[in-house]
Every structure is written in C-alpha cells, then in structure tokens.
C-alpha cells in the first residue's frame, strides 16, 4: 500500500539522517563529507525550515526534496564501511537526539544566520 510504502521511507530517512549524525562524529570520516552531514542533519532536526511549513506546496518541498538529496550526497562521501556502522548504531540506538544543549545551538546559529542577513540587506539599502 502507498501510505506503508511512505511511512517505511520516511523512517528510513530519519533513520539515515540520526547515522549521519553518528558518521559525524567517526574520526574515519572525511572532513567534507562531516561538514555536509552535520548540515543535512542539523537541517532536518532544526526545528527552523528554509521555507515555513504553513506556505502551501512549497513548504513541504524542502523536507521532501533538499533532506533526502543532501542526505543521498552525504552517504555518497562517507566511506562505505562508517555508514555501515553508523547505521547499524542507528538501528540500536532508537532514541531520538533530545539534547537541549544541541537544540540551543541550531537556534542560534539559525538566528546568528538571520542577523547576518539582515544586517546585510540594511547595509544595502543605507548605500
């Protein structure tokens, strides 16, 4: 059935997305390839979207589209040995990351990133 089949894969991409956190954090991982995982899952935790899921279609598009694409990126760079692990620990490891410290710092990068922008666009316009 087609909500089986969904409800399976979104599973396996937060299943795919808390592995590349645990990929993250292997010293057998390239730099690169650390960099772009800790963005897709920092992205895909955050509770900030890129687009607000209130506006119609294209706030979904961005969950259904850049988190799987930049997860399919990230695993393409992460040897194939740590994924394998990596997800194995997933697999084990249901809990879900609660850390308040964790949440606290995606907050504040996302709002340093906002003033940043803002100070940007007012730099622009003063010209």
């Known amino acids: 059935m087609l909500i089986e089949a969904l409800k399976e894969r979104a599973r396996a991409i937060k299943r ?6 645990l990929a993250c954090r292997d010293p057998r ?4 390839a ?6 897709v899952a920092g992205y895909a935790l955050s509770p900030i979207d890129l687009i607000p899921d209130f506006v119609p279609i294209f ?3 961005d969950d259904l589209i850049l988190v799987p694409a930049g997860i399919a990126l990230a695993i393409k760079l992460i040897p194939a040995p740590v ?5 194995a620990r997933a697999v ?3 809990s879900r990351l609660k850390s308040r410290t964790a949440s606290l710092i995606i907050v504040g990068v996302w709002i340093m990133a906002a003033a940043v922008v803002i100070y940007l666009v007012v730099d ?3 010209l």
């Not at 795919?16 to 956190?21: F, I, K, M, P, R």
């Not at 991982?29 to 690169?32: I, V």
């Not at 650390?34 to 963005?39: F, G, I, M, N």
């Not at 994924?83 to 997800?87: K, P, S």
């Open 83 to 87: 994924m394998a692990d990596a997800r």
């Open 34 to 39: 650390k960099a772009l995982a800790a963005a």
């Open 16 to 21: 795919d997305t808390y592995a590349l956190y």
């Open 92 to 94: 084990t490891q249901s």
């Open 29 to 32: 991982t390239p730099w690169y």
């Open 59 to 61: 706030g979904y598009l």
């Open 124 to 126: 622009r316009i003063n």
